[in-house]
């Protein structure tokens, strides 16, 4: 049924312009900037950006220091419908079990998920796409490529974090110190064990392209698989990689949490937003604001990333634009 | 289509041959010790004993050789006897006898055949993880079509708010949210799943539905958010394509135009993600499983990993990769069959 | 500890019982929920806690410790001891009484011949026995009557009570295990999976990791026992979950070790369904200090071995400069609660062994900075950590995982970065840790970090095994593929002594003297070991559960038949 839909490059399918001609650049971004929604998810995006990076100069309280005497203190807020709560200026989200402030912890905790976050999502992203456009434009790789990705797919994931630890850990931190060695050991760790549906995914998406007019005519003016593959194929299989981008930071940010909970992650007093959320959650009912505190900044870091991947993903649509 | 399918299934052999040899080298290579849940005060000599008693002192290919037969060669006999013995369909036949005496897969925890362990747990993880993925995908793909169709529609921000929340927010918190919520405050649902009900009657319906919601939902939520995000940009995609404005100008109804059209165009991603999804219900949802005490292969799984069990694991691990190389062979298939023009001779 | 207060005790428990419910099976069922699930309802074949106490529903030893740690004859007629000529006098022999009438759940007679099995069964040399250790220098078991067994040691055996004794090991109907000797032990599942046993109930299935349902043993000895007629044991999900199951929702009768926090617990108690009840008994939570060097520049060889010594911690005024700086209260206030107390001492219990060492209780930070400063770490270079010809005072100190576990190592930290210690954490998977494969570099034996912490403790009611650990040579080793039990590698000629001092001392008072004197050697003269908490079992019951008595010398489910419905 698609063999008769009119070919997608017919330039009178364009509306005739209106304006003096603009960049492509100055398109896109006209475009995104009326993507509300994306608007406001790159400003939270950089809020919380500059939030973990310039928040431990304004808010200098170290994340790992112990106040066992001003332990459980709630959130500021709680002072003001109840008179028996242990609230204070000087810890104003409160602090946990231990005493540790929980807003420097938030702070601590969201650079080191924001960069597990996304160096994880982004490597398991190129590896995925990778294996997915290579698998499916070349029909030599495909056989062996997918059943590499079968393979990955069926290997335990705890057994390849207690091997990986076991084989690399000393040497990392012993080259690139603790934290550093750490984590690249989790970014490789979450990245390695993750592109398998992105690939799958890019993959089915490429052997239909592929088969697609535009592509055939490329093929046939002699274009080079390489340009055919950068110019033609991997802008039409964006929009499934936002989508796993999207789920890939989300997934990355709690698999961490997981990691560390197994000792394969940061040591135990390193703060991540993950593991405030896991460390919380048997409190619960007793210090709802622990849970929900770093449940919410995960939650609206991934959402704001959905929200600029679907922005981005209309501007960079030529059919969507100048609509 | 069909001698692609037939060389495939051939070509799965030897992948999953080599499959199960890359698994077992990583459980030789992955530190652990079947020892580990030993209590300290047994001494060490003891454990070493306890080790040989395994089978864990002879040589690593001695180890897979034997694993290899008694996977493929022995369990089938089992199945063989018993369906001998005990099916209508094969019941006619003589009573065999080929398994006696044999040793099948044993797991190291129980010393029970790793068999009746995946048997046992089959059933709570099809109720459990299976109905959740029902329900995720009977959910996702109307969120994924109608949002697409009413693009930045109210429905649609309300669902790509809910589905992301829904995603970033791990199992281990909804989890115990659920059982506070519902098990402690209001007392409506069980927080512990009973894996011995025999649903006989209505009421003992009315009870495995009961035990059923929380896991469920939790679980569904997951499958819910990732299949209609997939779903939703598909449809975007091929809503814009110049067929559907063809398709409009012939005058077709809208409906036929958005299901059959476009979503038939749509599938292919969500089909993928869906192929890969039915052999993780196999695999089972770990975090859900334990929170909820449902014990089904995720759980096994999980505490075989914990107690270095290489058999179970092994087998486990094996099952699931025989489902994993099946359900891509179908996904691939069903590549062609949705667009004719994707051909793999 | 005395035989009195003992049957007074049991005395009271029983005519409580009677009171509640004089006939078998008449409330119904009770439901327990452990956090681990049992794989398997044999001991012989797996030393964990959870099917160790799974399986003493179904199958008792002669005799089990009670909550106060004493000897409680079970199927046996009294326990032998040396005053009542079951023990020889040469301490060689003991000779255990069948009570008269007793039958296995399908009806058949219990015999000494069952008791001879179960030795034979444990003790074959192919069969991968767990308790192998209880049976340790044991040269024959032989039935002397139907009834009676005697069984002779190679050498004089001041404890006596291994074989037969306690959850670990008990009496296992040879007409059922007749074909399950040795090689052969795991293929006979279906024993394995139900035991027919003595204990006050059957079981009628089996799922290994998941749930066992029983019911009431109709050939019980007392008749008016057990008062539940089924049984459900449902394994799986956390502790917290357990709790919450029990505490909160009323949905269990019983919970088992509810290792959680208690501001958690305390919280889950305001459900009102139940209580949390505790009990302590000589588990420890403490630091190991490495004696040896596990730097990652030394060769695998010498690595972490007596070869060499460890460059801060081979110094005493080191190692107690930082047990000094640790305020024991304020970690049990945030790990156990209730459930814990601070103690110096490696074996805090029974009463008889615990020597009288309180002098780490009270953190002084001053006095560890002094004892720094006299050991020569000063902080040359003002930025807050100490050192000592240009090397830090800078330490790596490991754990498992465990929530408790990870807020200790934070305390500790903190208080170690006062005296200007300067300190890395890990934590580990429990089952890398606690495993013993040589080729992991994590475990524990390995000891590649310079302080490890962890709980252990000793089965029943002697530590003779427990202190005879610390023998030179018995440390993990390259050339003992990185087994043995000498955690510290720590080496004293007068310890051993000891040792072989204990091993042959009878009289109770002496023996006492002795493992205290072992004790502090261990603690407070060396400081080897710093322990810190004297950690208490935690498990709950439903307010409708009665009889309940937490006992952690033996399996908690010891008197499951005594339990009733809180009508």
Redesign the interface.
Known sequence: MTDTSPNPNDPLAEPIPLAPPTSQTQDIWRQFKQHKGAVLGGGFLMFITLFVLIGPFIWTLEATKLDIRAKDMRPIVWGLWSDEAKVGWNHPFGTDQLGRDLLSQMIEGGRASMAVGWAAMILSLLLGTAVGVLSGFFKRLDFILMRFTDLMLSLPLLPILLVAVTLFREKLSKTFGIETGMFILIVGVIGITSWMQTARIVRADVLALKEREFVLAAHSIGTRPGKIITRHLLPNVLSPIMVSATLGLAVAIITESALSFLGVGFPSDFPTWGKLLADAVQRMNLYPERVFLPGLLISLTVLSVNYIGDGLRDALDPRMRGR | MLTFTIRRLL?SIP?LL??SL??FM??Q?????P????????????????????GLGQPVYVQYWKWLVQFFWIEPLVFVDWATANTWWAGWLPDTGFAEGK?RV??W?????VM??VI??LPQTFWVVGMSYVVGVAIALPIGIYSAYRHYSVFD?TG??VT??G????P??TG??M??IF??QL?WL???Y???LDVVDWDTFVLQMKQMVLPVMVLALQTT??IS??MR??M??NL????VR??RAKGLKEGVVVMV?VL??SM??V???I??GI?AIFGGAIITE??????GLG???L?A????DIPT?MTF??I??IL??LF?LI?DVL?GVL?P???YD | MTMKSLTLGSALVLSMASMAAAERGADGNVSIIYWQAPSILNPYLSGGTKDIESSSLVIEPMGRYNQDGAPVAYLAEEIPTVANGGVSEDLTSITWKLKEGLKWSDGSAVTSADVKFTADYCMDPEGGCAQLAKFDGVTSVEAIDELTVKVTFGAPKPNPYGPFMGGQSPIIQAAQFADCMGAKAPECTEANFGPIGTGPFVVDDFRPNDVIQMSANPNYRDPAKPAFATLTFKGGGSAEASGRAVLETGEFDYAWNLQLAPDVIAKMEEGGKGKAISAFGALVERIEMNLTNPSPDLPAETRATVAEPHPILSDKRVREALSKAIDRDILVEVGYGPAGRPTCNLVPAPAIYASDNTGCLKQDIEGAKALLDEAGWTDTDGDGIRDKDGKKLSLLYQTSTNAVRQDFQALIKQWWSEIGVETELRNLDASVFFGGDPGSPDTFQKFYADVEMYANVFDGTDPQAYLAAYRCGNEPKPSSQWQGENINRFCDPAYDALIDELAVTGDLEKRGEIAKKMNDMLTKDTMTIVPLVDRGRVSAHANSLGGVVLNVFDSELWNVADWYRVK
């Open positions: 070509l992948t080599f499959i890359a698994i990583l459980l290579l992955s530190p652990g010790d020892m580990a849940q030993v209590p300290l005060t047994v001494p060490p000599e003891v454990k070493e004993k306890m080790r040989e008693a395994l040793l044993i797991s925890q129980t010393r029970g055949p009746d362990l046992q747990s921000q790509t708010f992301m929340i995603f970033s927010i791990p281990f918190f115990p949210l059982i506070w098990a402690v007392g069980p927080s512990k009973n894996t011995v958010a990732q995000r997939y940009s598909a975007l995609d814009k394509q110049d067929y063809t398709a059209h038939r165009n292919i991603p089909i993928t993600v192929a890969l052999p334990n929170v909820f005490a449902v014990n759980y096994q799984l505490i990993l914990f107690a270095s694991v691990t094996f699931f990769a994993i190389v891509n996904a590549y667009d023009r994707i051909r």
